[in-house]
């Protein structure tokens, strides 16, 4: 059996007799018997004194022991015995241990039993009770008060997966709650439709192979499934029931929060917290993002955290052909696929919530990823995998960028731009991201992107995401000022970012009528960016000058129909009937 590292090292062999003659001395008694001398006892006492007088078993519970309390007679200790129960005492709670007394769990309850039956008898305390001899061996009383939890961003108080799950039930109790295999398709076809487009890490081609196998196992062996495995599916099937078009919006919530818990729970059972894989974190990155369409912004966030640690303990953020350069490159593929997943999540995320970001080293190259590993079948159109490639690319770079220069500083109240010139570079460097993307990602007319959608929903999807990002950093850009250093806001700038921005919101909602009202992020950003516009506008007088200017009406009338939309979607979720109150009572000062 191996030694286990941590244990205690043995004790060493007792030393020899020529090592030690004088351990087999002895000593002669009148009578001529030879004897072992009494060694002194070199341990201090522990014991109260009543139990060693009466040589009976003491507990060593303060302020009485068991044994006392019993006999009704006064506990006393030592004081070197009384020195060594404080130091342990306070040595514990130093180190984060529970604040309490030295005395078994059974000691405590009978302690309590019996003390009651004592006091109710004898009211007043005996001159040497054992509460007064024991009380300057006591800590100080420290004053009892109540922490309140704090609700991080205002959202989200309640768990965010209801516990349907026994303790002893495992992987078949999660299993016995699969849809069937025909809800199961429809489910993650709705994913691959909605989901994919936007955050493409997941190999098509690769999870299908390994999605047929599972249904293909007769039920009993399904069973023996890996739990990450099983966690995937269900974490697929929660977000493709987020997308799916149901007359109730309660009915929709309820069925997307059970599948999610499903997907949480086979993660428990695969012990995700010590132990992770591509499946594993991948179910993760997707329960994020339910999370976040659920309204647990706060959930969302600390579980991003465990993602990213995860992925560095993957070594995700190291480049695969500097430490994995035989595996095959698919798998290379993948792994920065999924680094490139977890950095937009993290980035993207934190600038939203006004948070330094977690994943910020790596040496993963941009241009490493390529075409040639792209081998899904996705649209039956000229847009094909190789359209995620360049999206992936286009955002990856946005993502450095706005993680650098927006991120950090704003998480520290540090200024973005330290004088005027640095914002003026800083704004030309977005805007040479902007440049930089292919032609299917910049596009803005509508009618055009219209079309686009009928037979291309995949690259008009991306199209919007990644305009909605662009704009709404760059209308964060514009908007900062800081007088103390001659930083000024650009009003005009930071009003046509934002309607961009804004408007990428409103043409996901013409085109695509399910997604506007379940991507948490795009909602998110289109409320800051009508939050924006208002307060810029309401620093405007109402004069005949303003209210013919052209930006200054077509803002107002985005901010309008912003407000429309969250009364349009805010009937069941409590969010958006939060942003609809702020935006109504914001643009009630707006005089133009």
């Known amino acids: 059996m191996p030694v286990n590292a941590f244990a205690p090292s043995r004790l060493p062999p007792p030393a020899s007799a020529s090592e030690s003659p004088a351990r087999d001395a002895k000593t002669s008694t009148p009578d001529g018997e030879r004897t072992k001398p009494k060694q002194k006892r070199n341990k201090p006492t522990l014991s109260c004194e009543e139990c060693v007088e009466r040589k009976t078993k003491c507990d060593r519970g303060r302020p009485g022991c068991l044994a006392c309390i019993k006999r009704q007679s006064t506990c006393r200790y030592t004081h070197v015995a009384n020195l060594i129960a404080d130091a342990r005492y306070l040595d514990t709670?130093?180190?984060g241990g529970k604040m309490y007394m030295l005395t078994s769990a059974k000691a405590r309850k009978t302690t309590d039993l019996i003390s009651k039956n004592i006091w109710s008898s004898h009211h007043q305390p005996r001159e040497n009770s054992m509460a007064l001899s024991m009380a300057p061996h006591l800590p100080q009383p420290v004053p009892f008060s109540k922490q309140?939890?704090?609700?991080?961003?205002?959202?989200?108080?309640s768990h965010p997966f209801t516990n349907y799950w026994t303790c002893q039930g495992g992987l078949p109790e999660v299993l016995a709650v699969l849809p069937s295999k025909q809800q199961a398709d429809i489910l993650i076809a709705k994913y691959f439709e909605c989901v994919a487009p936007v955050y493409p890490f997941l190999h098509r081609r690769t999870f299908y192979v390994a999605y047929e196998r599972f249904w293909a196992l007769p039920e009993k062996e399904r069973e023996t499934a890996d739990a990450d495995l099983i966690a995937l599916h269900f974490a697929l099937y929660a977000m493709g029931t987020q997308f799916i078009d149901l007359a109730s919006y309660d009915a929709k919530s309820s069925s997307a929060e059970f599948l999610a818990s499903a997907a949480n729970q086979a993660l428990r059972i695969y012990s995700y917290l010590n132990r992770s894989s591509l499946r594993a974190l991948g179910a993760q990155i997707l329960l994020c993002y339910f999370l976040m369409n659920d309204n647990h912004a706060s959930d969302a966030y600390a579980w991003s955290g465990i993602i990213v640690r995860q992925a560095y303990a993957l070594?995700?953020?190291?480049?695969?052909?500097?430490?994995?350069?035989?595996?095959?490159?698919?798998?290379?593929?993948?792994?920065?696929?999924?680094?490139?997943?977890?950095?937009?999540?993290?980035?993207?995320?934190?600038v939203l919530l006004k948070l330094p970001p977690t994943a910020t080293h790596s040496d993963v190259s941009i241009d490493s990823l390529t075409n040639e590993t792209e081998v899904e079948a996705q649209d039956s159109t000229r847009y094909t995998g190789s359209t995620d490639v360049l999206y992936v690319k286009s955002l990856w770079r946005l993502a450095l960028k706005v993680q650098e220069n927006l991120c950090s500083p704003v998480s520290l109240s540090i200024p973005i731009a330290k004088n005027a010139r640095a914002k003026t570079t800083l704004v030309n460097s977005f805007r040479e991201i902007w440049k930089s993307a292919p032609s299917f990602l910049t596009t803005s007319d509508y009618e055009t992107l219209r079309q686009m959608a009928q037979h291309s929903g995949r690259a008009v999807r991306q199209n919007l995401f990644f305009t909605s990002?662009?704009?709404?950093?760059?209308?964060?850009?514009?908007?900062?000022?800081d007088a103390e250093v001659g930083v000024e806001l650009n009003f005009r700038g930071a009003l046509e970012a934002a309607h961009e921005a804004i408007w990428a919101y409103f043409k996901l909602d013409d085109f695509f009528q399910g997604d506007a009202g379940v991507w948490w992020v795009f909602?998110?950003?289109a409320f800051e960016e009508a939050l924006t516009m208002t307060d810029l506008l309401a620093t405007l007088p109402a004069n005949e000058t303003n209210s013919k200017d052209q930006l200054f009406t077509k803002c107002k009338e985005a901010v309008r129909r912003m407000i429309e939309v969250l009364q349009r979607q805010g009937g069941s979720q409590e969010m958006n009937k939060h942003r609809h109150g702020a935006l109504l009572t914001a643009y009630e000062h707006v005089t133009i």
């Open 148 to 157: 309140t939890p704090s609700n991080i961003f205002g959202i989200g108080s």
């Open 469 to 481: 990002n662009y704009y709404h950093c760059l209308m964060i850009i514009q908007a900062f000022e």
């Open 523 to 525: 909602q998110h950003r």
């Open 93 to 95: 709670s130093r180190r």
């Open 315 to 350: 070594r995700l953020h190291r480049d695969p052909d500097i430490i994995l350069p035989n595996i095959s490159p698919v798998e290379k593929h993948t792994r920065r696929r999924f680094w490139q997943a977890i950095l937009h999540q993290d980035t993207f995320l934190t």
